[in-house]
C-alpha cells in the first residue's frame, strides 16, 4: 500500500489517461484520406508510432525543438515508407494533424471509472510533457476537464518530466505538499523516477506489462489504482 497521507494525485495525460495511440490512429485516417496519400492507417501508423516515440524522446532531453518533432516524425515516415511527399504537404500534414488529433476522445480503458472514484476524496492534477493549447482541447473535448485542479504543462513551465522544476511548480500551483502527492503516468524516467527523486509517491501504468521494477507500485489497469490507496 502507498502511504496513508495522500492528497494529490498528479496524472500524466497522453498513454496514461487519454488513449494517445487509438486517437493518433484515428487522426490520421481522415488526414491520409483529406490529402491524398496512398497508405493503409495500420501500415503508417505501425511505423509512424516507434518514430514519433523515438521524437518525443529527443524532445524531453531537449535535444530537438517543437517543430522538429512535429515534421521530423512525419518526413521520417513517408521516408521509411518510400512515399515520395512534398515538404508543403508535410508542413500541412503536421498541422492538420494536430487540429484533428484532439477531436478524438479515446480514452484508456477505466479513465472515467477511476476518476468518479477519486474525485469525492482527492484533488486530482494533470501533469503533462504535452503542449499547452493541444492539452488543453484533448481534456475539454474528451470531457476531462471538470475533474482537474490544476494542469501544469511543460511549455509553460519551460522544462520537462522529469525536470524537478515542473514537478515543483505543480506543488505550488497546486498548494500541495510532496509528502501527501502521488504521481501516476506510464513513463518510468519522466512520471515514476521524476516523482520519486522529489520525495513524491508513485504508481507506475504499464498497461501491456512490459516494465519490471522495484521502484514502486505497477498497476495494468487504471482502476486497480483504487486497490493501493
Known sequence: ???PEVEHIFFDLDHT???FERNS???FEVLLAELAIPLDIQVFHGVYSPINEAYWELYRQGLISQQELRLGRLRDSFHQLNVSVEESVIQQASEGY???LTT???LMPGTVELLDYLKPNYTLHIITNGFREAQARKLAHSSLAPYFDQVIDSESVGVKKPHPLIFESALQRAAAKK???LMVGDHLEA??????SLGW???HYDPLGKQVHTHCPIIQDLRTLKDWL
Open 1 to 3: 500500500m502507498l502511504r
Open 17 to 19: 489517461l487519454w488513449d
Open 191 to 196: 512520471d515514476v523516477l521524476g516523482a520519486l
Open 179 to 181: 509528502e501527501s502527492a
Open 104 to 106: 478524438f476522445t479515446h
Open 98 to 100: 494536430i487540429d484533428l
Open 201 to 203: 509517491q508513485a504508481v
Open 25 to 27: 490512429a484515428a487522426a
